[in-house]
Every structure is written in structure tokens, then in C-alpha cells.
């Protein structure tokens, strides 16, 4: 599943997601948003806490 591992790498360590650059964390999202139209998200829950994790994380409000 290329995008799994795409989105993997680029989320790192999630729980840290605030401590990532503004790119990083725009790449993260833009990757979900593809991951969840290519894969109708196959991996539901686990793209539920990745979402949740990225709707908390502060720089995702200037996004």
C-alpha cells in the first residue's frame, strides 16, 4: 500500500506533529486527503486518530 508508507513517513511521530515544520505538516494533510479518495480509507480507524491528531495540532489552524 504505497500511500500507507508515503503517510507514514511523512507523519513521523504524529504525537509530535507540533513540533513539525508548517510544510511537513501540509504534506500530512494533503497525503490524508489523497489517501482517503484513492483508498476510500481502508484503514478507517487508524486514519480517524491520525485526523483527530492533526485537527489538534496547533499549526494546522494557519494551514
Known amino acids: 500500500m504505497p500511500y ?3 503517510l ?3 507523519q513521523g511521530n ?3 506533529l507540533d513540533n513539525k ?3 511537513e505538516v501540509i504534506k500530512f494533510a494533503q497525503l490524508i ?3 482517503s479518495i484513492k483508498k476510500r ?3 478507517k480507524k487508524r486514519y480517524q ?3 483527530i491528531n ?3 495540532c496547533k499549526k494546522y489552524k494557519h494551514v
Do not use: G, R, T
Open 21 to 23: 515544520s508548517k510544510d
Open 4 to 6: 500507507l508508507d508515503k
Open 8 to 10: 507514514k513517513k511523512v
Open 41 to 43: 480509507l481502508i484503514a
Open 14 to 16: 504524529l504525537e509530535n
Open 54 to 56: 492533526f485537527i489538534n
Open 33 to 35: 486527503v489523497k489517501m
Open 49 to 51: 486518530s491520525w485526523l
